[in-house]
């Protein structure tokens, strides 16, 4: 991500961004520390590149927001920076998805995690495909396969 930009560059445009949104609503931006590496996504609908980086942020209540006496405010939340590449630099809104790793939120995302370059007759409804992945499979429990074309009535109606 650091390809132009320097990892404090980064870090400083998103806590600006992040605190003007005034979410999460009685607290404060307090600091941002970006990790290293990152994980880079094309955004299909947009085509836009955003690199996705992990991230530890702490918050600080603010005076009369309701949250000064939640023990919790202090704690260390890791969650997953969201920054977009213009074609000269990165730039963010100071989107942060908690609670999340890089590539789980990519994994969650609809992102295709391959192309299914085989499929061949299966059991029942299954098929059996081959798929060119797009991401490192060893860290996925599952996969789910949707079929874009209009599903044939016979296979609507089936009942086992």
Known sequence: ???????????????????ATGKPRGLAWKQC???????????????????LVGATISFAAIEGGGM?????????????AIFSWTGREWTTQGRAVFNLEPREV????????????????GQDLFKTI??????DFGSIEE???????????DVVRYTP
């Open 1 to 19: 991500m650091y390809i132009i930009d320097s990892r404090e560059v980064c870090r400083e445009r998103f806590l600006a961004a992040a605190s």
């Open 33 to 51: 520390d970006l990790q290293d590496g990152l994980l880079l996504a094309r955004d299909r609908a947009t085509g836009e590149l955003l690199a």
């Open 68 to 80: 000064e006496d939640v023990e919790a405010v202090g704690n260390l939340r890791a969650a997953t």
């Open 106 to 121: 990519l994994e969650r995302s609809g992102i295709p995690v391959g192309v299914v370059t085989k499929a061949e007759k």
């Open 130 to 135: 081959v798929v060119r992945p797009s991401i």
């Open 143 to 153: 996969v789910i396969v949707l079929h874009t074309r209009k599903i044939p009535n």
